[in-house]
């Protein structure tokens, strides 16, 4: 194989990453220089990695006399990313990883076995795909895409539909995202894989919210916080926004008197129709009101809006159509010291709800088809080509997704835990931030999740635990105005701003010819005339725009992705895997420790 490495430099400058193969058939060929990444080969296993600016830290270490990749941190053991070698030791045999977002990838040379795992929920992200009798392994699925490779048209369906890919899938047939609660074991020519977490002993959701409810959901995130400020990275950084759940991270930091740097990023929610600048507005206000000064990244400029865009695109565009506002934080980010950054996600998913449908979580069996309805219509694929899959072929695959979760009260929780929170809410922290930082979920800890899937997910949506937990424990950081109660008199931004914003937005996604060209073949022959005609009369396509934007944004990142592997003809058994054939590696159930 061949990897450009000053490609994946320029690509992934500022961005932790890693690129790792087991079982190469012949030795790698590095082109390019190794200056600004981390560079580990041997004969049966190479990765290349980002490098931390400050420290020069990369994610591949020599552990035990085994090559380990480790992005994340676990919990429990105080381990991450950056952790000394010693430190690093604690996670040597896999199954001591519990607790945390991570991806693990061990090589040992001794057994000739390769050991990959990830986090109980998936957070940490990992891609894979087989070459032969190589295995390669990325945080990002561009990075092991190959020049040829095809769509997988039931996850851009998916994507169109729901924002976020289905299950494991990928945006490419022959890549998958590696199974949350997952381990693979590999040696050449043998793949296994087990489940070691077990969403079947999740809690079911019967329990009734009461006064003690609240105070066990408090306890159990004030554990999650004390193991995450035992992590050793460096100083604390809070991106501070104005809602509950970065305002109990804030109150809890202030209350511990635990020293860090609060962040507000300029954000625009739209509210019938109109924009409103919230978090840069009362999230500052708020900081300044405990004596804490909180620095503002402001949005960019409606002319630098396509720039951003586009590198959204070649970092996330694979996995979300959200998340271009948080360009301007990773900047600002990639310019500080290391640091321990404190992330909000799943606190709503978790502490809340997930799915907001009429009807939902009076019975699983209600629950499974209000689901597959809101998520597996049939209304989008009325509008596109024959290439996509059959509605009935895409309501089966939702229901095989569904499947993987407990049939009960919960089972529509875990499914937008694992497809809206997971694919599509995260990728912004998780897939774009500096190298040297280690972002931290403490809503995502288990012990946190145990906790609150015990109640009854319509009784969290009536009483909604971390506006309630904010309230009652931390009523001093509580009365204030913010994006979960917004006063009646905050102002819109004004029409002629959003307008440009829209337009620049517009632009870029309708503003490659080529793309135009190509959306023709994946649509039905009444939008072929509408996407033809809106060249004369832009106006149409805003009447569909709900179906062209986000076809739009796929094909154009399928035609702008960058290939960084050479990867030369694979055997012709392993040339098609795809990756249904990668998941039917056989499979087996741990009971969640």
Same mark, same amino acid.
């Given at each position: ?53 400050? $420290? ?6 020599? +552990?035990?006399?085994?090559?380990? +990749?480790?992005?994340?941190?676990? %919990? ?58 190589? &295995? ?19 996850? &851009? ?23 949350? !609660? ?22 079911? !959701? ?65 509210? $019938? ?26 949005? +960019? ?76 219509? %049939? ?30 009260? $919960? ?84 029409? %002629? ?41 832009? !106006? ?26 050479? %990867? ?26």
């Amino acid at each position: 194989m061949k990897i450009d490495l000053d490609k994946i430099a320029a690509q992934f400058a500022d961005v932790e990453f890693f690129l790792a193969c087991v079982f190469p058939g012949s030795a790698p060929e590095f082109s390019g220089s190794h200056a600004g990444l981390a560079v580990a080969s041997t004969p049966q296993f190479w990765a290349v990695t980002s490098r931390a600016r400050n $420290n020069g830290l990369g994610l591949v270490h020599e +552990v035990a006399g085994a090559q380990l +990749v480790f992005r994340g941190y676990e %919990a429990a053991l105080g381990v991450h990313s950056y952790s000394h070698a010693a430190d690093l030791e604690r996670i040597a045999a896999p199954d001591t990883l519990q607790n945390g977002a991570f991806a693990y990838l061990k090589f040992d040379p001794a057994l000739g076995q390769a050991t990959a795992r990830s986090d109980a929920f998936g957070f940490g992200p990992m891609y894979y795909r087989r070459h032969g009798e190589a &295995w390669l392994f990325a945080s990002h699925p561009s990075l092991i895409h190959f020049a040829g490779d095809e769509p997988d048209l039931t996850a &851009w369906l998916s994507l169109m539909q729901n924002g976020s890919a289905l299950a494991d899938r990928s945006f490419y047939r022959d890549i998958a995202r590696f199974p949350a !609660g997952g381990q693979m074991t590999l040696r050449r020519g043998q793949a296994e894989t087990v489940q070691w977490f077990d969403f079947d002993q999740l809690p079911a !959701g019967t329990e009734k919210i009461d006064d003690d409810a609240f105070r066990i959901v408090e306890d159990a995130y004030m554990a999650a916080m004390e193991r995450c400020l035992k992590l050793n990275v460096g100083e604390v950084t809070l991106p501070f926004s104005s809602g509950f759940d970065s305002r109990r991270f804030f109150g809890t930091l202030i209350r511990k008197a635990v020293p860090f740097k609060a962040v507000t990023c300029q954000t625009f929610h739209r509210k $019938n129709g109109r924009d409103y600048d919230i978090d840069s507005f009362f999230a500052p206000k708020i900081a300044a009101a405990f004596g804490v000064d909180c620095e503002l990244v402001r949005a +960019v400029p409606p002319e630098q809006i396509a720039a951003d865009a586009a590198r959204r695109q070649a970092l996330i565009g694979t996995e979300t159509f959200m998340h271009g506002w948080a360009l301007p934080f990773m900047r600002w980010l990639a310019e500080r010291p290391p640091s321990l950054v404190f992330d909000g996600l799943a606190g709503d998913t978790f502490g809340n709800s997930g799915f907001e449908i009429d009807g939902l979580h009076e019975t699983p069996e209600k629950d499974a088809e209000l689901v597959l309805g809101k998520t597996a219509g %049939a209304e989008l694929l009325k509008q596109l080509s024959g290439r996509f899959p059959a509605h009935g072929a895409f309501r089966k695959e939702y229901r095989r997704f569904l499947g993987q979760f407990a049939p009960n009260i $919960n089972q529509a929780e875990m499914a937008f835990l694992q497809s809206r929170t997971r694919r599509c809410i995260s990728p912004w922290i998780t897939m774009m931030h500096p190298p040297g930082h280690v972002v931290v979920y403490p809503y995502c800890d288990l012990e946190f999740a145990l906790a609150t899937l015990k109640y009854h997910p319509a009784e969290k949506y009536k009483y909604f635990f971390q506006k309630e937990c904010l309230r009652r424990f931390y009523p001093e950081f509580y009365d204030f105005h913010g994006s979960r109660n917004l006063p009646a008199n905050h102002a819109p931004l004004d029409e %002629a701003t959003s307008r440009a914003r829209d337009l620049a937005d517009e632009q870029y996604a309708y503003g490659d010819p080529a793309g135009v060209r190509a959306a023709f073949n994946y649509l039905s022959l009444p939008n072929k005339a509408v996407l033809l005609l809106s060249r004369l009369a832009p !106006g149409l396509r805003r009447r569909r725009d709900w179906l062209l934007r986000p076809l739009l944004l796929l094909i154009r990142t399928q035609h702008e992705a960058p290939t960084f592997i050479d %990867a030369g003809l694979a055997p012709q058994d392993a040339r098609r895997a795809g990756t249904t054939g990668l998941n039917k590696v056989e499979t087996a159930k741990r009971g969640m420790a």
